[in-house]
C-alpha cells in the first residue's frame, strides 16, 4: 500500500488544519489506516484510527480527543484528520499508516502495535503549532 500525506504547516495555538491521505487499493477485505505522529524528542505515538468493522469504528488518543476527528472518502480511497483547537503540543510530525489485516477483529491495543511490523507509511507531513 502507498501512502501520500499532504496538509500539514505551521499554525497558531488555537487553529485549525487538516490532513490528507491518499491511498492505493488495498488487496484485503480487511485493513485498518489511520495516524500516528513524532513530537521533537519523543517516541511515535498513535493519534486517530479507523478499525476493520463495517461499522466504521474510530480510536483516538486521549490527548486529541474532542478536538481531532478522523473520516475517509472510500471513493477517492482518502482518510482525513481534522484538527481542531490545536496546542503547542500538538507540533510533531504526522504519518499516515496502513496495515492489511488477515482477519476483522482486533483489540485496539494489539491492532496500533501491529502497525510497527506490518504497517506501510507515508512520508510524513510536519504541523507546528506556534504563535
Known amino acids: 500500500v502507498q501512502l501520500v500525506e499532504s496538509g500539514g504547516g505551521l499554525v497558531q495555538p488555537g487553529g485549525s488544519l487538516r490532513l490528507s491521505c491518499a491511498a492505493s487499493?488495498?488487496?484485503?477485505?480487511?485493513?485498518?489506516i489511520g495516524w500516528f505522529r513524532r513530537a521533537p524528542g519523543k517516541g511515535r505515538e498513535g493519534v486517530s484510527f479507523?478499525?476493520?468493522?463495517?461499522?466504521?469504528?474510530?480510536y483516538y488518543a486521549d490527548s486529541v480527543k474532542g478536538r481531532f476527528t478522523i473520516s475517509r472518502d472510500n471513493a477517492k480511497n482518502t482518510v482525513y484528520l481534522q484538527m481542531n483547537n490545536l496546542k503547542r503540543e500538538d507540533t510533531a510530525v504526522y504519518y499516515c499508516?496502513?496495515?492489511?489485516?488477515?482477519?476483522?477483529?482486533?483489540?485496539?491495543?494489539?491492532?496500533?502495535?501491529?502497525?510497527?511490523?506490518?504497517?506501510?507509511w507515508g512520508q510524513g507531513t510536519r504541523v507546528t503549532v506556534s504563535s
Open positions: 487499493s488495498f488487496t484485503r477485505p480487511y485493513y485498518a
Open positions: 479507523f478499525g476493520t468493522s463495517r461499522d466504521g469504528s474510530t
Open positions: 499508516a496502513a496495515q492489511e489485516l488477515p482477519y476483522g477483529t482486533w483489540k485496539w491495543d494489539v491492532l496500533i502495535e501491529r502497525f510497527q511490523a506490518y504497517g506501510s
